[in-house]
């Protein structure tokens, strides 16, 4: 357990030292929600902005921890042959993954905390809200988007995955009904939203906060089978150095 905790301590560390994780991390989830949660601009249909948007940025908060910092600071763990190395230690490969989860955790309560309070603040109102659910899905969502980026981490050298990851990002973010309602989006690309992780997460989301999921059941489909599907694709495709 000390090599754990030591690895647990050196992972978030690590995390807190590095600017652009935390900009991912909490930067642009919090830049996003203030903003649009003020400047009422977007076609969300409420008289509050922030009922539709929490649920919303709580997901890509959910995906920025638990793929994209998560991820390329695997990727170039990978590149230098720090994971081989400290694989091959008494800390072990399975304690060193262990770590690396807790540690996205660890993150991902630290932005609840930040972003609760904001939401509250823009006008969410958690009269509706079904706690269980929310922590249901958030575990759900950090498995597969965690599937997700150590798939890439793992298959592609540091440069490649550092630009596949942001890019992937992107576009999860533009697709996933975070910022824009899907219903607005054209026909062809609310079916891929649909499809999609971050648009799973977010429906699935805004039923446990707000009540006001689009199509609960299928959006709880997908998001189960990604989060079922994505990490048995890492440990398969996953590798070492």
Request: glycine share 10%; hydrophobic share 55%.
């Amino acid at each position: 357990m000390s090599a754990l905790r030591a690895q647990l301590r050196a992972e978030l560390q690590l995390v807190s030292r590095n600017g652009e994780q935390l900009l991912l991390t909490l930067g642009i989830p919090v830049l996003l929600l203030v903003f649009f949660g003020l400047v009422d601009v977007l076609p969300t249909d409420t008289d509050k902005p922030a009922q539709f948007l929490l649920p919303g940025i709580l997901a890509l908060a959910v995906m920025s921890s638990a793929m994209v910092s998560l991820g390329i600071a695997t990727g170039f763990e990978r590149s230098y042959q720090v994971l081989k190395r400290l694989g091959a230690t008494p800390l072990g490969r399975s304690r060193l993954i262990l770590a690396k989860i807790i540690s996205v955790f660890c993150v991902e309560v630290v932005q609840m905390i930040v972003l609760l309070p904001i939401g509250l603040m823009l006008g969410w109102r958690p009269a509706n809200a079904t706690w269980l659910l929310a922590i249901l899905v958030v575990l759900l969502g950090t498995s597969a988007f965690a599937g997700i980026g150590l798939t890439m981490a793992g298959t592609l050298r540091g440069e490649i995955n550092l630009a596949a990851q942001n890019g992937l990002y992107l576009v999860l973010l533009l697709l996933g009904g975070i910022i824009v309602p899907m219903d607005k989006l054209p026909t062809p690309l609310r079916a891929v939203g649909h499809a999609l992780p971050s648009g799973a997460l977010a429906d699935v989301m805004r039923e446990a906060l707000t009540g006001t999921s689009s199509m609960l059941g299928t959006s709880l489909v997908v998001l189960l089978l990604w989060a079922g599907i994505a990490p048995l694709v890492a440990a398969r495709l996953f590798r070492w150095s």
